[in-house]
């Protein structure tokens, strides 16, 4: 068997699919075989679930800049490697060859080493959507310093709470950004979250809108003044493929977020191999990916997974509907977008702005269109194919998570079967299964169960930062002997998966994750408050929202007040990407006799199913139910 790295029938996505589940270790070190590796692997697998502890090629030793860059310049060191569309229209564009980025990727590299950095320290990043974020990313990369994005909608609070956890000493950071019309500071955001935690060392400051910024004498820098100190060669560290290559921190549903944990070999190998495959990357073809570098998308389908296959990739520094809700189709027809990645929730609010915005735009560029985040719904599955794939774009629907590393469920555009809503068929070297809730896998079609997956993949979580036991209670320990997802999904007839959402506390707003405790515990702390219970809800737009049932110690009658208070506290401790929907004041929440908070009740009544309830009688107080339906908003 021979696998070639980029698949190009369905005839031949069955063989190769078959072969990956049949010798699975041959299968990837086949693939493996396509990058650079300074030293190959002693053992492709090591696993055991129950632990868990995962390692892909071992005794192999690479470095991931090699592969994204290095590797391209001999024949490709003039073809575009990053076009950086920014937020205004009316500023310039950037485009970075790949020789100018591997240029400024080292030149930052030796501005880190500068710093004092090593290998194996985790640095933060907290940064607009600019492209000294991708430099900054792959600077870590190269000298073997972790990275530990963060993205820029989270509070000081929240920066603070990730950078103790990872113990951070050295922060890259940009004067401000823009979003849209509003211009927002960034430094002073690290100052705040800093403010109390002894051991920064360094904080690398970008300078980007020329906004005023404070420096604190032996702490900030200024990466102008050092920049002009240092080569643009740099050698890359060798790394081992178990090695971190990076932090990301994603919330549960319980606790605090947790930084999950990628490494070096293996994120390369499926990163690289997936965006190659699902999106069917040709040479020339200019990709852009909507999401924020500050989540998991962003990193492996904007940054690790494009360039690895020398591929054009664009970053758009601003926000789908400034100056207007026509953006994204413009910035199309002006980069000849070919492959277009983005979230059902932007979908959504545009199709809601109306067709006129999207009727200026030919989009005669476009070939293939994808989604990732969150379920998508028919109707907006059936705009984006109609009116801006016009007909002719097949959309990749990409099931995956932060700790998944890379997609694990999706058709590979142009080649396998597509069904609206549906994420598809697994990739290669995946084994999904659904369980029961006795944690029996049911193995018939046209069935639905809880989402798992049974055998490991090289992009798989390895650990959650300092906390390996949170990482197998979390994700091992449900079902013994799969990775168990924390999605339910249905299995047609034909065996392609639909992914029907979470069914563990977490809530899925437009996409991004929050743990329901998390939400509560920012409540919690606002004054006035006894306790409260957070649900998602369906939303049109976003796909959930947060509604917030909240019970006051001292009755108010200045509700209104109590509410701002309460966004704002949530504003201060998780960031403005929390804020709920909806908020209710009752007297008490629904709980069992043993004080369990019941929030399937709650939960139906935010979906408006208060006929089907279910038993309420064992309640401790039945009549609070009551209360709740009649002051639903
Ligand atoms: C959801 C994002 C339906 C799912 C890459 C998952 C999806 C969570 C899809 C992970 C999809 C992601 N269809 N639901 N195509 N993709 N999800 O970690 O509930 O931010 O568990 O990773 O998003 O979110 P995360």
């Given at each position: 068997m021979h696998n070639t790295f980029q698949i190009k029938t369905f005839e031949e996505y069955l063989e190769v699919y078959q072969n990956s589940i049949s010798e699975p270790e041959k299968f990837w070190a086949d693939i493996a075989s396509h990058f650079q590796w300074h030293k190959t692997w002693d053992n492709v697998l090591e696993w055991d679930f129950t632990k868990p502890q995962i390692k892909w090629f071992e005794g192999a030793q690479l470095n991931i800049t090699i592969n994204c860059l290095d590797r391209h310049l001999?024949?490709?060191?003039?073809?575009?490697?990053l076009i950086w569309e920014p937020n205004s229209p009316n500023d310039s564009y950037r485009t970075y060859s790949y020789q100018s980025l591997f240029n400024e990727v080292c030149r930052m590299a030796n501005v880190l080493k500068l710093m004092g950095i090593k290998k194996g320290d985790r640095v933060c990043i907290y940064m607009p959507m600019i492209p000294d974020l991708a430099f900054a990313i792959l600077a870590c990369a190269r000298i073997g310093a972790i990275h530990s994005v963060i993205f820029a909608g989270f509070s000081a609070n929240s920066i603070s709470d990730r950078i103790i956890d990872s113990h951070c000493k050295h922060i890259i950071t940009a004067d401000a950004m823009s979003r849209g019309a509003k211009q927002i500071p960034v430094k002073a955001v690290v100052d705040e979250a800093i403010e109390?935690?002894?051991?920064?060392e360094n904080v690398l400051v970008i300078n980007h809108q020329n906004w005023p910024v404070i420096y604190k004498e032996n702490r900030d820098i200024s990466y102008d003044i050092l920049k002009q100190?240092?080569?643009v060669e740099c050698e890359a560290e060798m790394m081992q493929?178990?090695?971190?290559l990076f932090i990301l921190y994603t919330s549960g549903s319980t606790g605090k977020p947790k930084g999950v944990v990628h490494t070096c070999g293996g994120y390369m190998v499926y990163t690289g191999y997936t965006f190659a495959n699902v999106f069917q990357y040709q040479s020339k073809d200019i990709y852009w990916c909507?999401?924020?570098?500050?989540w998991i998308t962003g990193h492996s389908y904007m940054i690790y997974g494009p360039l690895l296959n020398a591929a054009t990739t664009l970053m758009f520094?601003?926000?789908?509907?400034?100056?207007?809700?026509g953006r994204f189709w413009q910035v199309i027809d002006k980069h000849h977008v070919n492959i277009f990645y983005t979230a059902p929730t932007a979908i959504r609010s545009l199709m809601a702005c109306g067709i006129e915005h999207v009727l200026?735009?030919?989009?005669?560029?476009?070939?293939t269109l994808g989604t990732v985040g969150e379920p998508i719904n028919e109707e907006a599955w059936q705009w984006y194919f109609d009116?801006?794939?016009?007909?002719k774009c097949p959309i990749v629907d990409t099931w995956w998570q932060t700790e998944t590393?890379?997609?694990?469920?999706?058709?590979?555009a142009g080649i396998s079967p597509i069904k609206p809503t549906h994420a598809g068929l697994p990739l290669p070297g995946i084994q999904p299964v659904l369980l029961n809730s006795d944690g029996?896998?049911?193995?018939?079609?046209n069935v639905e169960g809880y989402l798992a997956v049974k055998f490991p993949w090289p992009?798989?979580?390895?650990?959650?930062w300092g906390d390996h036991e949170r990482c197998r209670m979390n994700?091992?320990?449900?079902?013994?002997g799969y990775y168990f997802t924390g999605d339910g999904a249905k299995r047609d007839e034909n065996g392609l998966y639909r992914i029907i959402g979470r069914v563990d506390d977490v809530i899925n707003v437009s996409g991004h994750r929050f743990g329901t405790a998390e939400i509560e515990n920012a409540i919690n702390?606002?004054?006035?408050?006894v306790e409260s219970a957070v649900v998602g809800f369906p939303h049109d737009i976003k796909g959930q929202g947060i509604y917030a049932f909240v019970v006051v110690e001292n009755f108010t009658t200045d509700i209104e007040n109590l509410k701002m208070q309460i966004i704002e506290t949530i504003v201060e401790k998780i960031?403005?990407?929390?804020?709920?929907?909806k908020i209710q004041i009752i007297s008490g929440l629904p709980k069992t006799?043993?004080?369990?908070?019941?929030r399937r009740i709650l939960r139906k009544i935010t979906e408006g199913?208060?006929?089907?309830?279910?038993?309420?009688?064992?309640?401790?107080?039945?009549?609070i139910v009551e209360e709740i339906i009649k002051g639903r908003i």
């Open positions: 001999p024949e490709k060191a003039n073809h575009t490697a109390n935690i002894d051991f920064i100190k240092v080569s493929a178990e090695d971190e909507t999401a924020d570098i500050g520094e601003g926000v789908p509907n400034f100056p207007d809700p200026p735009y030919n989009l005669s560029s476009l070939k009116h801006i794939g016009k007909g590393g890379g997609i694990l469920l999706s058709a590979l029996n896998e049911i193995s018939e079609n992009s798989m979580i390895r650990t959650t994700y091992f320990d449900t079902y013994k702390q606002t004054p006035n408050i960031g403005r990407i929390a804020k709920p929907d006799r043993s004080g369990k908070i019941m199913e208060i006929e089907n309830l279910g038993d309420t009688s064992t309640l401790l107080d039945p009549l």
